[in-house]
């Protein structure tokens, strides 16, 4: 008999070992229900867009733009070349080419243009018309070669004093650099050709790059940049004569200004599209008669003077001086620091210092 207990003691302490087994063994799968949070999905992060450098190999920042350009387009003189500006010879060819384009008051209160052309590849530009002396004077801050198809007696002097190299249309490059479109009543019909200007340079052995110690009139922002002027100009109103009021609108989308001339829109009769500029400089000069013919001279060979710098809707305060001698020309901000701009293309009015109420900023762009 108690062989049979101690027999029935060992079943039962090994019944309960086994189920002490058993439950260790269930336990870590229990604790680790209890315990154990739910994965929670992880939101991968979207990639970056690779940020694609542009390359700028062979390339250099424009002196006129502030762009980039070739380097044989950057390092390269510009052409100043004479454009009519009556309403006859509207539109004119090639204007849009052009990277700065100058207006000026001639006799009898028409305006003139000059466009610095640096790129450009038209076989269209014009019509072409006679060189004046202070336009002269202007195409001579860029060192450029000066382009034209007539003269005055005070334009080819200029010409001398300066030593400027130029393409006249009444001398014997004349035909090489200028062709007549008969279609068009003369003298409102001669044009040039990049082909016939670039021909007549190699032909008179003109320099084709910067001299030296060339000094750019403004330096350039590297990003579109607002002025900080309470000043508004949507709208730029140039009235320089009853035969010649022009104006520029301001267009918020692209951020440039679109002119306007003879009641309609200005436009390059290449392209059929209407001139725009990312900058406008107003630059006020003494302006007067020479003579009974009515040709206009101006106070610019050694001499300084205010002035407007506009772009992005608004306007600030300038000034300007020039030493025609050492051709030197600069236009300063309030701070009396070459004026800073933003790249693209400049229209320049020079404009009589003794009527600046007929230069008007308006804050409403309607026509």
């Keep these: 008999m108690r062989k049979y207990k101690s027999i029935i003691v060992m079943l039962l302490v090994a019944l309960l070992l086994v189920g002490c087994k058993k439950k260790a063994e269930k336990q870590p799968d229990e604790i680790r229900e209890e315990t154990t ?6 939101e991968e992060e979207p990639e970056e867009e690779p940020v694609v450098e542009e390359n700028h190999e062979g390339m250099v920042i424009s002196k006129l733009t502030g762009e980039w350009v070739p380097e044989e387009v950057g390092t390269r003189r510009p052409y100043a070349i004479m454009l009519n500006n009556i309403k006859y010879a509207s539109p004119q ?7 700065i384009l100058y207006e000026a008051i001639v006799e009898g209160g028409i305006t003139r243009l000059m466009g610095i052309f640096e790129q450009f590849s038209s076989d269209r530009i014009g019509s072409t018309r006679s060189a004046r002396h202070y336009f002269v004077s202007f195409a001579d801050e860029y060192d450029a070669i000066y382009v034209h198809f007539g003269h005055t007696k005070y334009a080819t002097a200029k010409i001398k004093e300066l030593g400027i190299n130029n393409l006249s249309g009444l001398s014997g490059i004349g035909s090489t650099v200028f062709y007549r479109d008969n279609s068009i009543k003369a003298p409102h019909n001669a044009f040039a050709s990049y082909e016939g200007i670039k021909k007549g340079t190699e032909k008179l052995k003109y320099r084709t790059e910067y001299r030296e110690n060339f000094e750019n009139h403004f330096t350039f922002y590297t990003e579109d940049t607002d002025l900080k002027s309470d000043t508004i100009a949507n709208k730029v109103t140039l009235n320089f004569s009853n035969s010649a009021k022009p104006y520029l609108v301001y267009n918020n989308d692209d951020k440039l200004y679109y002119r306007y001339q003879f009641g309609d829109k200005h436009i390059d009769y290449n392209t059929k599209e209407q001139l725009t500029f990312k900058n406008i400089i107003v630059q006020y000069v003494k302006e007067w008669n020479i003579d ?3 040709y206009q ?8 003077g205010s002035g407007y710098y506009i772009t992005n809707g608004k306007a600030v305060p300038i000034t300007w001086k020039k030493n025609e001698s050492t051709k030197k020309m600069h ?13 693209g293309k400049t229209y320049i009015a020079i404009f009589p210092t003794d009527r600046q109420s007929d230069v008007v900023f308006a804050d409403k762009t309607s026509e």
């Design 93 to 99: 060819s090639g204007t849009s080419e052009a990277s």
């Design 297 to 304: 001279t101006m106070d610019i060979e050694n001499s300084s």
């Design 292 to 294: 009974k013919n009515g």
């Design 331 to 343: 236009y300063y901000d309030e701070d009396g620091n070459i004026l800073t701009i933003n790249p």
């Design 37 to 42: 949070e739910p994965e929670v999905p992880v």
